[in-house]
């Protein structure tokens, strides 16, 4: 099977104590129907060109069909949901086992919404269209953007209702992740496991993302710095490109620092710190601005599950923990300064760079900008003085000080401005044409809108002018609103 198909599983999760998962198959659903599949992800993993236009796709996107060598299971884990511990643990998530690539790399396969599991206490385990074709949509997105996150290979609907507030209709996405490890993980194992359970989940996790630090004299200790580094760049190109994740509970951060759960998630419009989409998130928690702050809280977290690893004398392991996250927000904004430069076309660092950008930001919020917009036509020589912000004075004047600025650096003004198009997005999932793709497909079956809307996504830096409509704003007072637990 696997020779014909090129699904080749090898399940290392599988093997680690009972208590992290419980065995499970996919509830097979009603009729099957694979709505959209990502034959280029498909391919680059090494499953076959020929299977993917084979019949029995839809049946094992729906999980109805087991591909040999899966072991489908259900991964438990807790986590700090809006600042409170909770046991949670995949409620509607199957992982069918991981797949090894030509290359001999590991992806987690799993269908998300594929039935209840043990872990799905009061849920139906099933999910719908709207939601998993719009994380299909964001990720997608995400990925084209260069940033790392899960990404999405398949969604079938499943020929069965869900209910929610309304009957909507069922559907199931396949996922593809480095590995489904989270915060809530090791909270899991170290409230539940105890030390020995949590030192051999430890293990695996440096084995499967950080094996270069396998050898080091504490590799605990060069684990949580590792976490805490990829998440700074991360969080960092989120804070970029406008993306805001709506609900960075500990659940939802990976080991592997991907982009990982795309719930209430959305990007900011208009510069505003303080945007939040998320309806149920009341206090802005999850804001825009407060992204960094919260990763290093969920960092926090993280290092105390690694304390009886990192020393035996508690003080000590505390003392060193802290030392790591605290140096969280200063990687952090290393990182966010490099991009920022290179979003304004600057190639080396100047000590008054920071007030050049932070003096861009608050023109940008004050005059109302769009965010993505804004940047982008920076790129381009010639501002058309076409919005308030590019009107107004004090900002004639900080484009003077940025000319300056630009005017001084070694490298070509040409060299400059192809730096900023390759930094500055002309295309993101802008929440209107995600929302029109989106009704397209539920209310009418139609995946065009949607099909049209990932291809401009798949080159977002590229700008061109058959594309030029999806760079424009909703023009609207009704503030956009996301949903989660869809
Ligand atoms: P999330 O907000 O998507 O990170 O999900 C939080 C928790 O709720 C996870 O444990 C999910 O597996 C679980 N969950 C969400 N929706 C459902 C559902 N429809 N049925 C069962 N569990 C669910
Ligand atoms: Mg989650």
Not at 219 to 243: D, P
Request: glycine residues 8%; contains cysteine.
């Amino acid at each position: 099977m696997t020779k014909e198909t090129g699904w080749n599983f090898d399940n290392s999760y599988a093997r680690l104590p009972k208590m992290f998962f419980s065995s499970i198959n996919p509830t097979p659903v009603k009729s099957p129907e694979l709505i959209i599949l990502n034959n280029p992800l498909a391919e680059s993993l090494g499953v076959d060109p020929e299977w993917l236009k084979g019949e029995d796709r839809s049946a094992v996107f729906a999980g109805n069909e087991i591909l040999e060598g899966a072991e489908p299971l259900a991964q438990a884990y807790a986590g700090h949901q809006f600042g409170h511990f909770t046991m949670l643990g995949d409620g509607r998530a199957v992982l069918l086992g991981e797949q090894i690539t030509r290359e001999g790399e590991r992806f987690d396969i799993q269908l998300k919404g594929a039935g209840r599991t043990p872990y799905s206490r009061g849920g139906d385990g099933r999910a719908a269209l709207g939601p998993m074709l719009r994380e299909y949509i964001i990720s997608e997105a995400m990925y084209a953007l260069g940033i790392p996150t899960t990404r999405s290979l398949a969604v079938v609907t499943t020929g069965e209702p869900v209910l929610r507030e309304t009957k909507l209709e069922g559907a199931i996405l396949t996922r593809v992740a480095a590995s489904h490890l989270r915060v809530g993980t090791f909270e899991y194992a170290v409230r539940w496991g105890g030390v020995e359970k949590l030192q051999i989940l430890a293990d695996y996790a440096i084995q499967r993302h950080y094996p270069e630090i396998n050898d080091d004299e504490n590799k605990y200790l060069s684990f949580l710095q590792e976490v805490i580094k990829r998440q700074a760049a991360l969080i960092a190109k989120w804070q970029l490109v406008g993306f805001i994740h709506g609900v960075m509970n500990t659940d939802n951060m990976a080991i592997s620092g991907e982009t990982i759960d795309y719930g209430p998630c959305a990007f900011m419009d208009t510069y505003d710190p303080e945007t939040v989409f998320s309806s149920i998130d009341h206090q802005g928690r999850y804001a825009y601005e407060n992204q960094p702050l919260i990763g290093g809280w969920n960092l926090a977290r993280f290092a105390e599950t690694l304390l009886p690893l990192l020393h035996d004398d508690k003080e000590e392991a505390v003392k060193l923990a802290q030392e790591k996250v605290s140096g969280f927000n200063e990687i952090f904004q290393s990182h966010w300064l490099a991009g920022m430069r290179m979003k304004l076309g600057l190639f080396k660092k100047k000590e008054k760079d920071e007030e050049l950008i932070h003096g861009l930001l608050s023109l940008m919020k004050k005059h109302r900008a769009d965010y993505t917009n804004t940047f982008r036509t920076l790129t381009r020589d010639q501002l058309d003085a076409t919005t308030d912000l590019f009107k107004s004075a004090d900002f004639i004047q900080w484009e003077q000080r940025w000319k300056e600025r630009l005017a001084q650096q070694e490298e070509s003004k040409v060299a400059s401005y192809e730096l900023m198009r390759k930094s500055n997005p002309a295309f993101i999932p802008r929440n209107h044409r995600v929302e029109e793709a989106l009704e397209a497909a539920v209310e009418q079956g139609d995946l065009s809108v949607t099909a049209r809307l990932l291809d401009v996504l798949s080159s977002p830096y590229e700008y061109s002018v058959e594309k030029a409509e999806y760079t424009k704003v909703l023009e609207t007072n009704i503030p956009y609103q996301t949903f989660c637990g869809t």
